[in-house]
């Protein structure tokens, strides 16, 4: 079955330096990968979309890569900010069913001064 | 625009008691969604419509029914409720007929059922 994975221990970085989240996926091929933003207590906001057929892809302070070998996604925040600190989420999607988004569990993310 | 709206954002149940949840969305998107997210197990999906008049089942549909009623609402209903139902229900849209595959949520409904 189509699994996916994030880290599930949260990541506690010092402001300024770069956030690295990871997400991996097994037993499928994703027509393209999302990842989106959750602070508490709210529903998850779009921060970007990267497509099979690209290697990475850039948003401000955002980057993200997608290696279909690996089965691996990169999120990266550089100069990261306390701001920054949410669960993120990736969403790898399949090319059996590009409507539907698959999500991972997330990864907590903690920016402390 | 609003965007995605939830209504309610708290509610309480007792067993086999029913509700309806009601979400809508003013982006014009076609394909509207309804996941369930628990501590440890993501956001999963429960039902969505492609377009106005369809609906699909998605990961986990048992003790679900779901209205598409316009382009605009798309409701969930819980005829029983159960202890196991107790969760954070989100309502999302989108558009990818257009190309456009990301997807925005409503702020959520809090759900507890004793």
């Known amino acids: 079955s189509q699994k996916i994975e994030q880290n599930s221990e949260a990541l506690n970085i010092q402001e300024g330096k770069t956030a690295t989240l990871t997400c991996n996926y097994t037993?499928?091929?994703?027509?393209?990968l999302q990842w989106y933003r959750q602070d508490p207590g709210r529903g998850p906001v779009f921060l970007l979309l990267?497509?099979?057929?690209?290697k990475e892809k850039r948003k401000e302070r955002l980057k993200v890569t997608f290696d279909t070998t690996l089965k691996q996604s990169l999120f990266h925040i550089t100069a990261s900010q306390p701001a920054d600190s949410a669960t993120y989420l990736c969403a790898p999607t399949p090319w059996s069913n590009t409507d539907k988004l698959i999500f991972g569990t997330g990864t907590r993310l903690q920016v402390f001064p | 625009n609003a965007g995605v709206t939830q209504t309610p954002k708290f509610q309480v149940l007792k067993t086999g008691q029913s509700m309806t949840l009601q979400c809508a969305q003013d982006?014009?998107?076609?394909?509207m969604y309804w996941y369930r997210q628990d501590p440890g197990m993501g956001l999963r999906l429960i039902y969505y419509s492609a377009s106005e008049g369809t609906t699909d089942k998605g990961e986990v549909p048992n003790g679900y029914n779901v209205s598409r009623l316009n382009k605009r609402e798309f409701s969930l209903r819980l005829e029983s409720a159960a202890p196991s139902q107790t969760s954070v229900y989100f309502c999302?849209?989108?558009?990818?007929?257009?190309?456009?595959?990301?997807?925005?949520f409503g702020p959520g409904t809090r759900l507890t059922v004793t």
């Open positions: 999302a849209s989108s558009a990818p007929g257009s190309g456009s595959y990301e997807q925005y």
């Open positions: 982006m014009n998107h076609n394909s």
């Open positions: 990267i497509r099979e057929n690209e």
């Open positions: 037993n499928y091929s994703p027509a393209y």
